[in-house]
């Protein structure tokens, strides 16, 4: 079993950055999808962004579309979530996840990392 964690949540104003990382233990297999998904207090989680872990195939969540960036280092086996012109409406607990389908939904995500907290002020 492959354990996540992310790491690189705080506070912050608007307008500002944060990199969020996401390290993998143990070995993420070429057909892995790597996603972030975001759950703010009272609200669903929702996803934020995906990217296959060997391709290049990347997806953004509209919301966050142009100012959040998905990256990976393969040799590090880390996930970023880079972060910039945060809003409040960003302000959430935000979690990594491991799948197998390049999907939007939560449900077809088998290994999810504890979460972060990012906050953002106005």
């Known amino acids: 079993q492959v354990e996540l964690v992310e790491s690189g949540g705080g506070s912050v104003q608007a307008g500002g950055s944060l990199r969020l990382s996401c390290a993998a233990s143990?070995?993420?297999?070429?057909?892995?999808?790597m996603a972030w998904f975001r759950q703010a207090p009272g609200k669903e989680r929702e996803f934020v962004a995906l990217a296959r872990w060997k391709s290049s195939s990347i997806l953004y969540a509209d919301s966050v579309k142009g100012r959040f960036t998905i990256s990976k280092d393969s040799a590090g086996n880390t996930v970023y979530l880079h972060m910039n012109v945060l809003q409040p409406e960003d302000t959430a607990v935000y979690y990594c996840a491991r799948g197998s389908q390049y999907s939007t939904s939560e449900a077809d995500y088998y290994n999810w990392g504890q979460g972060t907290q990012v906050t953002v002020a106005s």
């Open positions: 143990g070995r993420i297999y070429s057909s892995s999808v």
